[in-house]
């Protein structure tokens, strides 16, 4: 079955760094684009970053640019968030995400299942 699963997350004071790792199985990785969301408390879910399946593009949100990168090994199955210089509001959980490249209804979509992630003294 597809599993996307999530490590990384944790407590972290402002200014600290953290790597969040998704690991990916049951379909096919290169047939999809990555991405990275947060949700913090009270609020909407956000897309942060996402990379396209060549691993070449990247983009970002506004707020976390120069800070977060956003990476992938195919080889691999997984899909990275480098997260530098945190602040209390990158307080959230993050869910990896897998969208295919051709969208075609009987190809699905796919979420992790969250991981935590707080920033605080």
């Known amino acids: 079955q597809v ?5 990384g997350g944790g407590l972290v004071p ?3 760094s953290l790597r969040l790792s998704c690991a990916a199985s049951g379909f096919t990785f290169t047939s999809y684009v990555m991405s990275w969301y947060r949700q913090a408390p009270g609020k909407e879910r956000e897309l942060v970053a996402t990379v396209t399946s060549s691993g070449v593009y990247t983009n970002y949100t506004d707020s ?3 800070r977060f990168t956003i990476s992938r090994d195919n080889a691999k199955n997984t899909v990275y968030l480098q997260m ?8 959230a959980v993050y869910y990896c995400y897998a969208a295919p490249i051709y969208p075609v209804a009987y190809v699905s979509d796919y979420w992790g299942q969250g991981t935590q992630v707080t920033v605080s003294s």
């Open 84 to 91: 530098n210089n945190l602040k209390p509001e990158d307080t």
């Open 14 to 16: 402002p200014g600290g």
């Open 64 to 66: 976390v640019k120069g």
């Open 3 to 7: 599993q996307l699963v999530e490590s």
